[in-house]
């Protein structure tokens, strides 16, 4: 047992100092990144933020909606593989989209009738999501689909450190995916005490991916626009979000009517309402770590999207940051937690 005595952050424990800019306005700001892959010959090009790969949020209709500002979305596991090839086909937003899997023999075999049955041509982007990305398993997992499908964008995770960033970087992922814990919808810190505080995360596994050439998605803990900023402050490549993006018309989700007014459910993926609908209850071996909420309903998703865009301009112009790309090299993170400022609320 050993006990690290450095100081971690989470996003509510900091906010951006103000710098002098020559900016005149929002209008001025560039946030659209532009990408080159480690590991393939692919390339990204667009506004570095995703929709989470959970039910409610990472669908199709989510799709159709971030893909008109080019931002993306990771597709949930449960589309069935006609659906998928349906939409491929239709829509032609491969390049905006991750086809998600998780590691069972059964997500191996469901991808290969996806590249079977035509699909092949369309895994541009394949998102690889687990729980726990520390298993041995897990790094050889990537290797595989690397392996079968080199031209790929490939997305993996989750992980909150640098060793083993770099191990799935190194093992052929070339987006890691940062975050245990630090979801809105997601329990596991409460039921297993495992976790890290979401900022020093992202710092930290920016630091090392970027050290071999990788790339990092800051996957959880963003509740408002200025945590994205935090989080690309801190050196993210990409921003993914979950509940932000719960309760809007685009969830595909059953409409719950309650005391006259209307609501979503949104639920973590771990939770014991997703693994009751998808895998017929929670196995014995292993417990719930994610919860469900119903969030009310919010009406179409462009609201929020304007948000999230508008404070990441805004930001960028009270830093002096003339692009999105610029903005890790303008932040200085000032702390502001309880410890230094008990009057600083927290809520």
Do not use: W
Request: proline share 3%.
């Amino acid at each position: 047992m050993r006990i690290e005595e450095e100081v971690k952050l989470d996003y509510k424990d900091v906010l951006l100092r103000p710098k002098r800019s020559t900016l005149n306005s929002r209008a001025d700001v560039d946030i659209s990144r532009k990408f080159a892959f480690r590991n393939n010959n692919n390339t990204f090009e667009g506004i570095p933020v995703i929709a989470s790969n959970m039910d409610g949020v990472g669908t199709m209709s989510m799709a159709r909606s971030f893909s008109k500002h080019d931002m993306m979305v990771a597709f949930h596991k449960h589309y069935e593989i006609d659906e998928l090839l349906q939409f491929y086909k239709k829509e032609k937003l491969a390049d905006k989209v991750f086809y998600t899997m998780g590691i069972k023999d059964a997500d191996l075999s469901k991808l290969s009738n996806f590249a079977k049955k035509g699909g092949k041509n369309f895994l541009k982007n394949i998102c690889i999501d687990v729980a726990n990305g520390y298993t041995e398993r897990f790094a050889d997992f990537i290797k595989s689909i690397r392996e079968k499908f080199p031209n790929s964008i490939i997305m993996a995770g989750n992980v909150v450190t640098g060793e083993m960033t770099e191990q799935l970087i190194l093992s052929g992922a070339d987006i890691v995916k940062v975050g245990i814990g630090s979801g809105s919808a997601c329990t596991t810190r409460k039921m297993t005490g495992v976790g890290y505080p979401q900022l020093s995360a992202v710092i930290e596994c920016a630091d090392a991916a970027h050290g071999v050439g990788g790339h990092i998605c800051a996957d959880g803990g963003c509740q408002v626009p200025g945590d994205i900023v935090k989080a690309f402050g801190a050196g993210a490549d990409f921003v993914m979000l979950g509940g932000m993006l719960a309760g809007h018309e685009e969830s595909e989700s059953e409409i719950i009517e309650k005391d006259g007014k209307k609501y979503l459910r949104f639920y973590g993926s771990s939770s014991e309402e997703s693994m009751m609908k998808h895998n017929n209850g929670v196995a014995k071996y292993r417990t719930s770590e994610g919860r469900s909420v119903d969030v009310p309903l919010k009406g179409p998703v462009e609201i929020t999207i304007q948000e999230i865009l508008g404070g990441l301009r805004s930001a960028c112009t009270y830093v002096g940051a003339r692009k999105l790309k610029e903005l890790p090299k303008r932040t200085t993170f000032v702390r502001v937690t309880e410890q230094l400022n008990p009057m600083f609320d927290r809520n």
